[in-house]
């Protein structure tokens, strides 16, 4: 049996500090990633999700360019040779200047939301609509969406048995979800939330480019809102691209509270 911890009128808005060291502390581990912490966190994705690895939250005495050089030793010694790092406030040292100089690519910034999960109404239009995703047909309904947008292996039988397995555990924690939008009964956008300490992560929100702009977003999020108080969570966090959701986390009522931004390097 499902069990949710109901939001209250005594739940205490987090600080601008508690929230950047909520956002600071989010990473994602696929499954069937590797992922090693030394002077910053480094993780390995699978084949799947485009191979390489991903650094972030760096705590370290060593100079930038110490703890640069070993991330890329790491990266070379896994066999992998694209290195992507995402920056942050709380990184310490910072890497960007290093980064910069030794040539790495920006490829992507994203904005520091956050909100709460009860207040402002999302406005959704009519014929669009979400659900919270149960079922394997609604997960190969997820994955027809996520292969296009992320540009990524479509699951086997085996990854969708191993995926639903993860998806059921979530739901009858209260520890995440994800939900699945539609315009007119037509599967088009997704989202997932994984629930830590009081904040929902808002993750892998994902429209299929032929229908974006026509609400189906808003419509994700707010299911996404809803079904996360529900599950106790009292504050809505998540990054947006600054070239997509930004705008429209905007509009939803979610307040900025900084930017991360995304360099790649190729060894």
């Known amino acids: 049996m499902m069990s949710y911890v109901p939001l209250s009128a ?27 912490r030394d002077d910053l966190l480094l993780v390995r994705y699978p084949e799947r999700f485009g191979g390489g690895v991903r650094g972030s939250q760096v705590t370290s005495t060593r100079p930038a360019a110490e703890v640069l050089d070993g991330a890329l030793e790491r990266t070379r010694a896994w066999g992998e040779n694209v290195f992507t790092f995402w920056t942050n406030p709380a990184d310490d040292p910072d890497l960007e200047d290093e980064l910069q100089r030794r040539g790495a690519v920006h490829v992507d910034t994203v904005t520091v939301f956050a909100r709460p ?32 947008v992320w540009e990524q292996q479509p699951l086997d039988e085996d990854g969708l048995d191993a995926e639903f397995a993860e998806l059921t555990a979530g739901l009858s ?15 088009v956008s997704t989202g997932g939330c994984t629930i830590v300490d009081g904040f929902t992560r808002l993750w892998g929100a994902a429209t299929l480019e032929t229908d974006r702009g026509r609400g189906v977003y808003r419509a994700v999020l707010a299911e996404r809102l809803r079904e996360s108080a529900a599950r106790g ?21 979610f307040t900025r509270y900084g930017e991360e931004r995304g360099y790649r390097l190729t060894l």
């Open 173 to 187: 924690t209260g520890e995440g979800f994800r939900v699945l939008g539609r315009i007119d009964g037509r599967a």
């Open 117 to 148: 999960t009860i207040g402002a109404a999302v406005d959704v239009p009519p014929g669009v609509t979400a659900e919270v995703v149960r079922t394997r047909d609604q997960l190969r309904e997820v994955d027809a969406i996520n292969v296009p």
């Open 233 to 253: 969570a009292a504050t809505a966090l998540v990054k947006g691209r600054v070239s997509t959701s930004a705008p429209i986390l905007a509009r939803a009522g």
């Open 10 to 36: 005594s739940v205490e808005t987090p600080t601008v500090d508690e929230i950047l060291r909520a956002a600071a502390a989010w990473a994602w581990f696929p499954r069937g990633s590797e992922d090693v």
